[in-house]
């Protein structure tokens, strides 16, 4: 899907931005007109091929992987490579939310079931510091581009993790 590759993001968000970048500034908002991107997945039916946009399509790909416990679990379950796996998504959903609209509700329920959730957050650094960290850089990084808005108490944890997991890696120690 969509919020599986990076190249998706990269390469076609990349051009609805150029697309963007080239569009007339609207004066009642003072902003560039959006782009939008649409979506034709034919897996079925060729006669009632849908067409959704990309926003919808990220929505229900964040619901059915992502934001999904059964998903994380089967992830965590997988121990270091699933903690990466979900670390790419996490990379992803920004890169998305760069150049796309992700809501959100997604980046709150991420922040709740992978970084926040302690339990959970404690299986993911044990099986891949690495992956960890870069689940908590990328919802701070969301949030310090105003990709995503939360509370200071949400974020203030989430300082303090990235902080443990960077000395958990650099020094093999907690904080």
Known sequence: GLSDIQEYYANTGALKKAAE???????STGQRQKVTISVIEAFGNAEQVPVKDVEEVLRLEYRSK???????DAMIKQGSGGA???SQRMTA?????????????????AAERYALDED???????SNP?????????????????MWSTDEDTLSK??????????????????
């Open 21 to 27: 970048n080239r569009k007339a500034i609207d004066p």
């Open 66 to 72: 992502l934001l999904n416990p059964k998903w994380r």
């Open 84 to 86: 990466y796996e979900i």
């Open 93 to 109: 959903m920004v890169g998305w939310a760069a150049t796309a609209e992700v809501d959100n509700f997604v980046f709150d329920q």
């Open 120 to 126: 959970i957050a404690a299986q993911l650094q044990k």
């Open 130 to 146: 690495e992956a960890f960290k870069n689940v908590v850089r990328r919802l701070l990084e969301a949030a310090g581009r105003g």
């Open 158 to 175: 989430l300082r303090s993790q990235y902080m443990d997991a960077d000395d958990m890696i650099e020094q093999g120690t907690k904080r």
